[in-house]
């Protein structure tokens, strides 16, 4: 969170707004959605599949296509970068902002070793020659632990497992510095035991390069793990955001107290699992009032007739809903 007025941001959000045109409906994927994020500032998305933001990722980005309108202000240190030429655009993308994609065998190409594939990104942003960018490529490989790194330099990625592939990517989004990094469910594909790993590697890297983050899944516990700020999605739209420690502990929107009643705790052993009731809605045809109103055990006649009111129960924390009361407490 950013505390002093002279602050800048190393990325602000200003009301993004995504939508789809098809010929049966428009889609309305992203909702309005802002933030600011300080540099060495993780802020974790966290919502069910279908809610928006893996689409808010790749908007940041300019990944979208071309079907896809979008609107609001997307700030790079201060700078507006959704307005610029395609061509500068590219030029900031594994430059200043880089991505993890969820999976790495979708996002490597596979007819190019992972070493030339890190290198070709470093000569194309720093301009170095190839031997340079190789070597900035077998650092990469060291730092992101990968056993015998020189060797793995000459894999291609069908070559690598699946933890080692996801190493490969990360090395490959940090090789240039970037001051932004979005991951989009970069654990999603390991086991248990490989997903820490990583999870606390991208912590240690972010510490040593003072990167800010923005990191998006549907696991609270990668959420409980990685962030320092929590942004509850549901249908396009923000519904909670705060403090990890006050999101994870002390939800108030009924939809983040769902969700971590629906996880697994140590203490539940014989005990019913709790689940959200119903599905998410359309994004085609969002209902006039709250989103979450058909599911929700706290639904009010408001609620169903227009949006909720957003709330500011303390400085730094936000809910869209009638109620700010805590409903999930730590057991």
Same mark, same amino acid.
């Given at each position: 969170m950013l505390d002093a007025a002279n602050t800048v941001a190393a990325m602000e959000v200003r009301d993004l707004t995504v939508r789809f045109r098809t010929d049966e409906a428009d889609v309305a994927a992203v909702n309005g959605i802002s933030f600011a994020l300080a540099p060495g500032e993780t802020l974790t998305i966290l919502g069910e599949s279908g809610s928006g933001k893996s689409v808010s990722l790749k908007a940041l980005m300019g990944l979208l296509p071309r079907q896809a309108t979008i609107t609001g202000k997307v700030l790079l240190k201060g700078t507006e970068i959704l307005s610029l030429p395609p061509s500068q655009l590219a030029k900031l993308r594994g430059g200043a902002v880089s991505m993890i994609f969820q999976e790495p065998m979708a996002a490597l190409d596979p007819v190019y070793t992972i070493g030339e594939q890190i290198a070709e990104t470093v000569v194309q942003?720093? =301009?170095?020659s190839h031997r340079a960018a190789m070597?900035?490529?077998?650092?990469m490989m060291e730092h992101v632990r990968i056993p015998s790194a020189a060797?793995?330099?000459?894999?291609? +990625?069908h070559e690598m497992s699946g933890g080692m592939r996801q190493r490969a990517m990360i090395a490959l989004a940090l090789a240039c510095s970037p001051s932004v990094l979005l991951a989009d469910e970069p654990t999603t594909a390991l086991d248990v035991t490989v997903q820490i790993q990583i999870l606390l590697l991208l912590r240690q890297l972010q510490e040593e390069m003072g990167m800010a983050v923005v990191f998006v899944t549907h696991d609270v516990g990668v959420a409980a793990e990685i962030s320092d700020r929590v942004a509850v999605m549901y249908a396009g739209r923000f519904v909670e955001t =705060?403090?990890? &420690?006050?999101? /994870? &502990?002390?939800?108030?929107? +009924?939809?983040t107290a769902g969700l971590l009643s629906s996880t697994?705790? =140590?203490?539940?052993r014989g005990k019913v699992l709790e689940t959200i009731p119903g599905s998410p809605p359309s994004l085609a045809h969002l209902p006039p009032g709250c989103a979450f109103a058909p599911r929700c055990s706290h639904v009010a006649p408001v609620c169903v007739q227009s949006q909720p009111p957003v709330l500011v129960p303390h400085p730094g924390a936000m809910v869209r809903c009638i109620q700010d009361k805590p409903l999930? /407490? +730590?057991v």
């Open positions: 942003h720093e =301009g170095v070597k900035r490529a077998l650092e060797r793995r330099l000459k894999n291609y +990625p =705060g403090s990890a &420690r006050d999101v /994870l &502990r002390s939800a108030r929107h +009924p939809y697994v705790q =140590g203490v539940m999930h /407490l +730590p």
